[in-house]
């Protein structure tokens, strides 16, 4: 059939649970926040928001953070702001990535951010964002092989972590081995290509300059080796990967349930990305699983997907719906049962009780 399912495991709770934390990640596309109490090896969820934002639109062209950019933003910001204040929080972290690391005015943007809604950001290294999306991930590892390669496709970059995976039962966490952050997204990749995209000539062409992209980390790694040898995982955690899980489903409405976890084959995920590129514009903004918002960005995920599959062709993707947010969530609750020595807190930590570092 194509697919399988693995386990996974956030379950919703009430909105009294001690040792609440909160996680915030502004992307160049995407605002998201998520917060969570401790459960087990996990936690449960107690809240969510996520909004498209748009906020590395014309980023590209202008290095500058628009106007009208940052003010659909804020506004998310705000709603955000208002979420965590009504919370008493054990710990809270706000992440920026591309799109600030890239602007000229980011740092401007996150000052005025602060003063308006009290949330200090934390810019991240490409390092971080792959370190936290493996954290997020790493449950979905369990089970099998001895190497992985995680791909997260974002809005204005794209993160690759070559990962070493531990005996079965040893109890050990994955080890990131080596990385990749490559300037393009889905966001970039649509800017640059326009509806040429759309037509296979276009297409074709941002497949190519993705994979171009990816030749030198391949040369180093021979990961495309490691494949036909046998043991490696593929992992992808994105909109663009969940987006074909739900064609290949045919969910007629998104479910993470239905998403989180499930085994895709190669060859089904590749038919899916034909159907989408079958229907046109117009029909991706009426699809269930894509929608108005993001019909432009669909295609150029897609082109990011096929190149990474080309140069790296594993048989099956398994298909995880959770990234940074989640990875940041564990990430603090790891710290405050297995404290650091010397306390550190974040800039960030005028909305928490309590901060915590971001790294161990």
Do not use: K
Not at 302 to 307: D, G, K, L, P, R
């Amino acid at each position: 059939m194509g697919m399988a399912s693995r386990g996974m495991g956030y379950a919703p709770a009430g909105l009294n649970s001690p040792g609440v934390f909160a996680a915030l990640d502004l992307g160049t596309n995407n605002c998201r926040l998520l917060v969570g109490a401790r459960a087990g090896e996990g936690f449960r969820v107690l809240d969510s928001f996520s909004r498209i934002v748009r906020l590395g639109e014309g980023l590209q062209v202008s290095g500058r953070l628009s106007e009208a950019a940052q003010e659909r933003t804020l506004a998310a910001l705000h709603a955000c702001a208002a979420r965590l204040s009504r919370r008493s929080l054990s710990g809270v972290r706000a992440i920026a990535t591309e799109a600030c690391r890239r602007a000229v005015n980011g740092p401007a943007f996150l000052a005025r951010v602060q003063s308006e809604t009290g949330i200090a950001f934390d810019v991240i290294s490409t390092r971080e964002e792959a370190e936290l999306a493996l954290e997020s991930c790493a449950p979905l590892l369990r089970g099998g092989g001895h190497r992985a390669l995680l791909f997260d496709i974002g809005g204005g970059s794209t993160e690759l972590a070559w990962v070493r995976l531990p005996p079965a039962g040893g109890g050990m966490a994955p080890e990131l081995i080596g990385y990749l952050s490559l300037p393009v997204g889905v966001v970039t990749l649509a800017e640059r290509f326009g509806h040429c995209g759309f037509s296979p000539e276009g297409y074709a062409d941002m497949v190519a300059d993705v994979r171009e992209r990816l030749a030198a980390f391949e040369r180093i790694h021979c990961i495309a080796h490691e494949i036909r040898l046998g043991g490696v995982r593929l992992l992808g955690t994105s909109g663009t990967i969940t987006t074909l899980a739900g064609v290949a489903l045919n969910l007629q409405r998104y479910r993470r349930p239905d998403i989180d976890g499930v085994l895709l084959s190669a060859e089904v995920a590749h038919a899916a990305v034909r159907q989408l590129r079958g229907v046109g514009r117009e029909g991706l903004m009426r699809h269930p699983c894509v929608g108005p918002e993001r019909a432009d960005f669909v295609l150029p995920g897609c082109a990011i997907f096929e190149a990474i599959n080309d140069v790296f062709p594993a048989e099956d993707i398994t298909v995880a719906d959770r990234g940074l947010r989640e990875g940041m969530l564990l990430r603090m609750m790891r710290i405050a049962l297995h404290p650091p020595q010397t306390p550190v807190r974040h800039r960030g930590a005028g909305m928490a009780a309590a901060a915590w570092p971001g790294a161990v």
